[in-house]
C-alpha cells in the first residue's frame, strides 16, 4: 500500500506561495504610480466600486471666510506747503546786542485826553486847541478867577498844557502865588491836588516822590530817564513858584534807542526776504 500525502501537501504549499507571490506583484503594479494602473483598469471595464476615488470620502468643504465689511474711504486731508521762513541775512543783525541803549521816557497820554483829565478834576482848562502864538504849537490853559474882594497879595494859580499837532504833549507849567492867608491856604490844596492830578495821568510813579517836598513849597529837582521835574519859587518873592514837567533833551545814545523803536524809520526789508 502506498501512501501519496506529502507530495499533495507540498503542491498545495507549493501554489499558495505562488499565488501570494503573484498577487504582491499584481498589488504593486496596480498600486505603483500613486494608483493610476487601478484607475485605469476601474475606467476602462465601468468598475466603480474598484475606483479608488470612490472609496476615498471627499474632502469636507473648506470653511467659508466672512467678507470683511468694507471700510468707508478715508477722508481726503488737504496738504498745505508749509511757507517758507524769511529769514534775516545775518549780518543785519550783527553787533546787536551790544549795541549802546538807554532807557526811554514817553508821555503815555495825549493832549487832548490830558487837558480833559485836568478839567475832571475841577479845573476849567481849556479845550486842546491850537496857539495863537505858534500855530505849529496846541495847548489848553487854566487862570483861577480874581476875586472881588482882593487882597493885596492875592492867591492865583495858571496851569498850561503844550504839545505838537499830532497830539503829544511837549511840557506843562504851573504858576501859582500862594501867600500865607486863609485865601492862599485854600489854594494851595487846590495846587496840590492838580499836581497829583497830573502825574497820575503821565503814570511816572517816581514823581511822587517829590510830592512831599512840593507839599512844603520846597525847592526840588528831579531828573529820571529821561523826564525832568522842577519846581522852585522865584527869587524875588518866595511866594511866587514855578512847576515844570518835560522830557529832558536826549542825548546820542537816548536818540539811537528811540530810532529803533520807531516803526516809521525802519528799513522795507526786500520782497524775497
Same mark, same amino acid.
Given at each position: 500500500?502506498?501512501?501519496?500525502?506529502? &507530495?499533495?501537501?507540498?503542491?498545495?504549499? *507549493?501554489?499558495?506561495?505562488?499565488?501570494?507571490?503573484?498577487?504582491?506583484?499584481?498589488?504593486?503594479?496596480?498600486?505603483?504610480?500613486?494608483? &493610476?494602473?487601478?484607475?485605469?483598469?476601474?475606467? =476602462?471595464?465601468?468598475?466603480?466600486? %474598484?475606483?479608488?476615488?470612490?472609496?476615498?470620502?471627499?474632502?469636507?468643504?473648506?470653511?467659508?471666510?466672512?467678507?470683511?465689511?468694507?471700510?468707508?474711504?478715508?477722508?481726503?486731508?488737504?496738504?498745505?506747503?508749509?511757507? /517758507?521762513?524769511?529769514?534775516?541775512?545775518? =549780518?543785519?543783525?550783527?553787533? %546787536?546786542?551790544?549795541?549802546?541803549?538807554? !532807557?526811554?521816557?514817553?508821555?503815555?497820554? $495825549?493832549?487832548?485826553?490830558?487837558? $480833559?483829565?485836568?478839567?475832571?478834576?475841577?479845573?476849567?482848562?481849556?479845550?486842546?486847541?491850537?496857539?495863537?502864538?505858534?500855530?505849529?504849537? !496846541?495847548?489848553?490853559?487854566?487862570?483861577?478867577?480874581?476875586?472881588?474882594?482882593? /487882597?493885596?497879595?492875592?492867591?492865583?494859580?495858571?496851569?498850561?498844557?503844550?504839545? $505838537?499837532?499830532?497830539?503829544?504833549?511837549?511840557?506843562?507849567?504851573?504858576?501859582?502865588?500862594?501867600?500865607?492867608?486863609?485865601?492862599?491856604?485854600?489854594?494851595?490844596?487846590? *495846587?496840590?491836588?492838580? !499836581?497829583?492830578?497830573?502825574?497820575?495821568?503821565?503814570?511816572?510813579?517816581?514823581?511822587?516822590? /517829590?510830592?512831599? =517836598?512840593?507839599?512844603?513849597?520846597?525847592?526840588?529837582?528831579? $531828573?529820571? !530817564?529821561?523826564?525832568?521835574?522842577? *519846581?522852585?519859587?522865584?527869587?524875588?518873592?518866595?511866594?511866587?513858584?514855578?512847576?515844570?514837567?518835560?522830557?529832558?533833551?536826549?542825548?546820542?545814545?537816548?536818540?539811537?534807542?528811540?530810532?529803533?523803536?520807531?516803526?516809521?524809520?525802519?528799513?522795507? %526789508?526786500?520782497? =524775497?526776504?
Amino acid at each position: 500500500m502506498t501512501v501519496s500525502l506529502p &507530495r499533495r501537501r507540498s503542491r498545495v504549499v *507549493f501554489w499558495l506561495s505562488a499565488i501570494a507571490i503573484l498577487s504582491a506583484i499584481v498589488a504593486t503594479a496596480l498600486l505603483a504610480n500613486d494608483k &493610476r494602473n487601478l484607475r485605469m483598469i476601474a475606467e =476602462h471595464y465601468r468598475l466603480s466600486w %474598484l475606483d479608488p476615488g470612490a472609496l476615498t470620502p471627499p474632502p469636507p468643504p473648506a470653511p467659508t471666510k466672512l467678507a470683511a465689511p468694507a471700510r468707508p474711504p478715508a477722508p481726503a486731508v488737504a496738504m498745505t506747503q508749509p511757507k /517758507a521762513e524769511r529769514l534775516i541775512p545775518p =549780518h543785519l543783525l550783527a553787533g %546787536l546786542p551790544n549795541a549802546p541803549s538807554a !532807557f526811554l521816557r514817553r508821555w503815555k497820554v $495825549s493832549g487832548k485826553l490830558l487837558c $480833559s483829565r485836568i478839567a475832571e478834576a475841577g479845573f476849567a482848562v481849556s479845550p486842546w486847541h491850537q496857539s495863537d502864538m505858534d500855530p505849529a504849537t !496846541f495847548e489848553c490853559s487854566y487862570q483861577s478867577p480874581a476875586s472881588d474882594n482882593a /487882597a493885596p497879595e492875592q492867591p492865583s494859580l495858571f496851569v498850561i498844557v503844550r504839545g $505838537s499837532a499830532a497830539g503829544d504833549v511837549g511840557n506843562i507849567r504851573i504858576k501859582a502865588i500862594l501867600p500865607e492867608t486863609p485865601a492862599g491856604d485854600a489854594l494851595k490844596l487846590k *495846587f496840590q491836588a492838580l !499836581f497829583r492830578a497830573i502825574v497820575r495821568q503821565t503814570q511816572w510813579r517816581d514823581m511822587n516822590d /517829590a510830592a512831599d =517836598h512840593i507839599d512844603r513849597l520846597e525847592n526840588i529837582t528831579q $531828573s529820571a !530817564f529821561g523826564a525832568r521835574l522842577m *519846581f522852585a519859587h522865584e527869587f524875588e518873592d518866595p511866594k511866587r513858584f514855578n512847576l515844570i514837567i518835560d522830557l529832558e533833551r536826549p542825548n546820542d545814545i537816548q536818540r539811537t534807542t528811540a530810532t529803533f523803536f520807531d516803526r516809521a524809520k525802519w528799513l522795507q %526789508l526786500p520782497a =524775497h526776504l
